[in-house]
């Protein structure tokens, strides 16, 4: 029988559809394990081949811990909101809904293809309401939900509530916007609405007035990673700072628990770094400063109070509300002018641009330490959204504000009299290095610090801020609060409706609130997001219904929220849903999230280490305060894969000419090089007459050939549909078949590396594939296995590959375990070994990386179960052990030849044998032996003279 991959992979693939070889139930007598991708956006383009490259590694990983005996979950679905559908939808009337089916389908196709272990039956979609419902579920729990600082989680609002009915603000301490004082006398008095607005301050899905990066063009806000030097990372179009009223989750507030989460999970250090840093946890003071000649006072925060001797001057970020306030009438033009300007620059690019630039504001602040006067200066490398949004500026120890005294002549005043304060005396961790004849004398300090290390230094000034009443001791994060609104249309309602311009949730019982229809996609001519269109966009809250919006009467009913939920809303919390993904009931049952409990195995791209993974375990740990979810921390292990590259291909076209010379020719022609459709190109050789056919300019293309060939340059790049390297993996499937194809991106390199895609070397993979069939068929198609005992060395064969690959397979080393593969084919075809006995559990070790051809042959093998329901082997040391050990003759260090001694021979034997050999002689001849060094179990070294 010859080894026909179409058959065999389309056999198998309706053979696991109708077995419903994959879909997995609850099952308490199994251990479970959890096995998550991050889940696709579908684009019209579909997969390429690197797309694919985690998908298998889990898969891969789910079929071996199923082969152990767990009982594996391995969904998938789609995050099928997007602003790609939406930009299609604007641009040519088509609905977002048709769009993404569309692109939905055809992402099936591919993946079935390869044939991954989804459990289908699980599929979740973001866009269906039956999924979006539980979105909208969450985000009314948030809205009705603040968080207590004492009891480190989320309370109901009515909690606080009633405290404020009884006691006002007095005694607490829960997480806010700013902090608000008053009596519960004085509450009661407020309005319905001034409740409301109060309670704004507090709720953890709140609207706040937030800096968002607005683009006009796109009708929306953007995240940051949307957001590429200045303009949309979709489309191009400019991208500037505003404030605007938003839907904001209060993220900040469980910053404290996102940092002790890091300590419970199995994620790289480096990963976990990035979230520290991210969430950026600073411990030090605020400290009020006066304004001079005013009234108005600011507060700044600070790790280094000890430093405050050295302030020269003050920053305020552009943003903060106390530019207006402190710019003098003849500054006001230019910090205006400063203030355009800085619109235009995001949070990111002014964190990772050093370039100094600033206005001077014409106020001067009282520094309360030394009561001198310092110039206000607006920067923006000061954000408005960490810490107080003003700084103390400390040129001489620290590095920003060294570069900004430097580039604007400001004052740069060391601690200690008489250092020096060159840039070649500055350095970036220390700041100016003291070269004072009296190091111990700080002339600006009221306090002794002289002989205190740093620590106590500070100690000592936090505690003088906190005696002398200018400020308190704090702890501040970097970490702000999510920006949760989007002005677009395809995306997740809000389930809000607006009374007295104050926001309220509809009846939990009404949920889901679908997406209306509406006649444009594109911002109304008001300014009003898309949902601004939507004639049937009211709430009615007698009859509990969206109705039509001429009905609007503002008695019952009004208005709802013309915003959508962004991207991250749909994909915070899906892992659960997989767990229980047809509960009209509740967003996963108790019992089934019990046995689930959290993903073992998480695999996606370092992209996410500071979006999606910082959302997800927030909204995790929220509904873990609510008592939805079992655990604290969603995603146990994590793993992220590499970038799968595309290995571009040039030619080169003499200039002025339609003429192309093969690349060692190129040198002797002016000539440019243009990037070429890798498919028409075979181990860098041109097809030629699909080069002429490619593209209607080049039909009548001609070639100057290198011996009767055209060869390509190349190089590795991103793979691009604009640098023609994309590869397409049906193309691959189709000509080496789905396995080869899983096998071949394993072999590339380690799974969490970075790798170029060349198909050049997927030959190698395909004949290893045809080599393990030759194990059982033989050249005339006919079935050779016997039932013949195993040899030793056949059993050795095994038994090292086992080992080899179960290590391998629990450290993601892949790309060794396929070399492990070939090495063992090969032994076993030398011994010319087709024993059932090696056979079977050799097919059951191969399964997790060639699933298709594997059932195939356990099928010939007799089995009437699934490969996937075989027991993973265990390896043997008894057949590990070396009988005997091949040593390596040298004389004089120089290997000559080598020479096989059982595995228990003595030194002493060794010796004598070599001498012995007649190979010896021939480079001993002439030459007296001076010693004999004996390496165990490597190598015998003759020193000759």
């Avoid at 305020?316 to 207006?324: H, N, R, T």
Wanted: aromatic share 12%.
């Amino acid at each position: 029988m010859e080894y026909n991959f179409r058959e065999i992979e389309k056999k198998w693939q309706k053979r696991w559809v109708e077995e419903k070889t994959y879909q997995v139930k609850e099952d308490e007598t199994k251990q479970k394990y959890y096995v998550l991708n991050m889940f696709p956006y579908p684009s019209g383009a579909g997969l390429h081949v690197g797309h694919p490259l985690g998908y298998i590694a889990s898969d891969i990983y789910a079929r071996y811990k199923r082969l152990q005996g767990f009982n594996v979950l391995n969904p998938m679905g789609y995050d099928a909101y997007g602003l790609p559908a939406e930009q299609y939808a604007i641009q040519t009337g088509q609905h977002p809904a048709i769009t993404t089916i569309n692109n939905i389908d055809r992402y099936r196709e591919q993946l079935d293809k390869i044939g991954f272990c989804f459990d289908w039956s699980r599929e979740i979609r973001t866009c269906e309401p039956e999924y979006y419902h539980w979105t909208q579920w969450a985000f009314q729990k948030m809205f009705n939900s603040y968080y207590c600082n004492d009891e480190k989680q989320a309370r109901p609002i009515e909690e606080l509530i009633q405290a404020f009915e009884q006691i006002g603000t007095n005694g607490m301490n829960v997480a806010c916007g700013e902090e608000l004082s008053f009596t519960a006398e004085e509450w009661k008095a407020k309005s319905e609405k001034e409740k409301q607005e109060i309670l704004m301050n507090y709720r953890i899905a709140y609207l706040g007035e937030t800096m968002v990066n607005w683009c006009a063009q796109l009708g929306t806000v953007l995240a940051n990673d949307e957001v590429i030097d200045g303009v949309s990372e979709r489309g191009g179009f400019p991208v500037v700072q505003k404030k605007m009223r938003q839907w904001c989750l209060r993220v900040s507030a469980y910053s404290q628990r996102l940092l002790d989460g890091l300590d419970t999970i199995d994620w790289t250090d480096s990963l976990k770094e990035t979230q520290r840093n991210w969430i950026g946890r600073s411990e030090g003071a605020e400290v009020q400063f006066k304004v001079k000649d005013s009234d108005l006072e600011f507060t700044i925060f600070t790790t280094r109070a000890d430093t405050m001797f050295g302030v020269t001057f003050m920053v305020l970020a552009p943003e903060s509300e106390l530019v207006a306030q402190l710019t003098t009438p003849e500054k006001k033009d230019e910090v205006n002018a400063y203030l355009e300007r800085t619109k235009k620059r995001t949070e990111r690019d002014r964190i990772t641009d050093r370039s100094v630039t600033g206005v001077f504001s014409g106020s001067y602040a009282i520094n309360p330490f030394t009561g001198e006067a310092v110039p206000i200066w607006i920067s923006d490398y000061v954000l408005a959204g960490y810490g107080t949004g003003a700084i103390m500026a400390v040129p001489a120890h620290d590095s920003r504000d060294y570069a900004f005294a430097k580039h604007f002549g400001l004052e740069i005043r060391p601690l200690v009299e008489g250092c020096d304060v060159s840039e070649e005396s500055f350095d970036a961790k220390e700041g100016i290095v003291c070269n004072s004849p009296r190091p111990d004398v700080t002339p600006y300090c009221d306090l002794t610090l002289n002989g205190l290390t740093i620590k106590e230094a500070i100690e000592k000034t936090k505690n003088y801020v906190k005696e002398h009443n200018l400020g308190r001791v704090k702890v501040n994060y970097r970490l702000r609060d999510a920006i949760f609104s989007r002005q677009r249309y395809w995306g997740e309602p809000f389930p809000v409706y607006y009374k007295d311009g104050m926001p309220y949730m509809i009846d939990e019982s009404s949920l889901p609130l679908e997406l209306p229809e509406v006649a444009k996609f594109l911002p109304t001519e008001t300014g009003e997001p898309p949902l601004g269109h939507a004639t049937k966009w009211a709430w009615d809250t007698v009859n509990k219904c969206v109705v039509e919006n001429e009905k609007i009467d503002n008695v019952t009913v009004f208005p709802l929220e013309l915003n959508t939920m962004p991207g991250f809303a749909g994909s915070s919390a899906y892992y659960l849903r997989y767990m229980d993904p047809h509960n009209n009931k509740t967003l996963v049952d108790k019992k089934i999230d019990e046995y689930w409990r959290s993903v073992d195995l998480y695999v996606g791209g370092t992209e996410h280490a500071t979006g999606h993974l910082i959302y997800s375990r927030f909204w995790n740990k929220f509904l873990y305060d609510v008592g939805v979810s079992i655990v604290e921390e969603p995603f146990q292990k994590l793993v992220n894969q590499g970038m799968i590259q595309g290995r571009s291909n040039f030619v080169y076209r003499i200039k002025d000419s339609n003429k192309f010379v093969s690349l060692n020719l190129k040198d002797q022609y002016d000539t440019t090089p243009l990037h070429v459709d890798v498919n028409i190109v075979s181990n860098d050789i041109l097809d030629l007459e699909a080069f002429k056919a490619w593209r209607p300019e080049f039909a009548n293309a001609e070639f100057i050939l290198e011996d009767g060939k055209y060869i390509c340059g190349w190089a590795v790049e991103k793979m691009s549909k604009s640098m023609f390297n994309v590869v397409n993996p049906d193309m691959i499937v189709e000509k080496y078949g789905a396995d080869t194809l899983r096998m071949y991106e394993m072999f590339l390199g380690p799974v969490e590396q970075s790798k170029p895609w060349d198909t050049n070397g997927i030959d190698g993979v395909y004949r290893f594939i045809k080599k393990f069939w030759s194990l059982f068929y033989d050249r005339n198609g006919s079935y050779i296995v016997t039932d013949e005992p195993a040899t030793k060395e056949e059993l050795k064969s095994l038994h090292k590959l086992i080992k080899k690959v179960t290590g391998d397979i629990e450290q993601f080393s892949y790309n060794t375990s396929v070399s492990a593969f070939m090495i063992c084919v090969n032994e076993l075809f030398s011994l010319k070994c087709s024993k059932k006995e090696i056979l079977n559990q050799l097919v059951i070790v191969l399964a997790p990386f060639a699933p298709h051809v594997c059932e195939e042959l356990w099928d010939t093998l007799g089995h009437a179960d699934s490969v996937c329901d075989a027991k993973w082997p265990a390896y043997n040391e008894e057949y590990l052990v070396e009988d005997t050990i091949n040593y390596t003759i040298s004389f004089n260090g120089k290997a000559r030849f080598n020479m096989e001694f059982p595995a228990d021979e003595t030194s002493e034997a060794i010796q004598s044998t070599v001498l012995a050999d007649e190979r010896s002689a021939k480079w001993m001849e002439g030459k007296s032996v001076v010693k004999v060094i004996v390496v165990p179990k490597k190598i015998v070294n003759i020193v000759i003279k």
